[in-house]
């Protein structure tokens, strides 16, 4: 088994997508699923993925597969999400509430207690049901709810300021939507979930090579063109 006191991120990134997967199978009454069936479901070999399940323990049966209400209880517990885990939302603009309304409505395993912002036109509206608040009242909400999860939809010339604040008060993890790199304490995770960079590095599956080695070449014909023009 590997060293129970290490888990690598990789692995801990993993969990979720085969706790989506186990909770479609049991919406289709799977009661038992293989790693060879878990690896189509997912995308991840069954070795892989055998490996990642026992950085935890022993989960299914050999010749059998795993017992998917069981496997996905014990996922959830090693996550965390076998209780609604409350969590906080700073950045009340069209993303903020995107998010705000996705974590409500389609999220069963969190608890948004509050969205914050500091424009006073759109501080006391409400997102749904949760009061936009100003961000004058994150520490008291932070600690009173003992909240360690904040996700981030700010501007990027705010984001470590923010992030500043957020850890003094106690947030021990960050999901980051900023555009930009924040800098924090050892101790705390931030993830960063850039929507611009992930649609942009898409967007170069969507031609050919022969596509992409065309545009290319134009674009050293045409400085070639400059060059002589300009005498270089």
């Known amino acids: ?3 129970s006191n290490y888990t690598p991120q990789t692995v801990v990134k993993r969990l979720p997508v085969y706790l989506r997967v186990l909770d479609n199978l049991l919406r289709r ?4 699923i293989s790693s060879k069936e878990l690896s189509s479901e997912t995308g991840f070999t069954a070795e892989q993925i055998r490996k990642d399940l026992a ?6 049966t050999r010749g059998t597969g795993y017992q998917t209400s069981y496997l996905r209880e014990k996922i959830l517990k090693i996550i965390g999400l076998d209780q609604k885990t409350p969590i906080i939302i700073i950045g009340a603009g069209h993303l903020g509430i995107a998010l705000t309304r996705y974590n409500v409505t389609n999220n069963p395993y969190v608890r948004v207690i509050a969205v914050f912002d500091n424009d006073p036109e759109v501080v006391g509206q409400k997102i749904m049901h949760i009061e936009i608040l100003g961000v004058s009242e994150m520490e008291r909400i932070i600690r009173e709810y003992n909240i360690k999860v904040a996700v981030l939809a700010v501007p990027a010339d705010k984001a470590q300021q923010v992030v500043d604040e957020l850890t003094g008060y106690g947030i021990r993890a960050v999901l980051n939507f900023a555009p930009t790199k924040i800098n924090v304490p050892a101790g705390i995770q931030v993830h960063n979930a ?7 590095s898409l967007i170069y599956y969507s031609s050919s090579e022969e596509e992409r080695m065309n545009r290319l070449k134009k674009s ?3 400085k070639g063109e400059k060059e002589i023009e300009t005498g270089q």
């Open 1 to 3: 088994m590997p060293d």
């Open 29 to 32: 009454e799977v009661e038992v």
């Open 55 to 60: 950085y935890f323990g022993a989960f299914g």
């Open 194 to 200: 850039d929507l611009a960079i992930e649609l942009q």
């Open 220 to 222: 050293k014909e045409k």
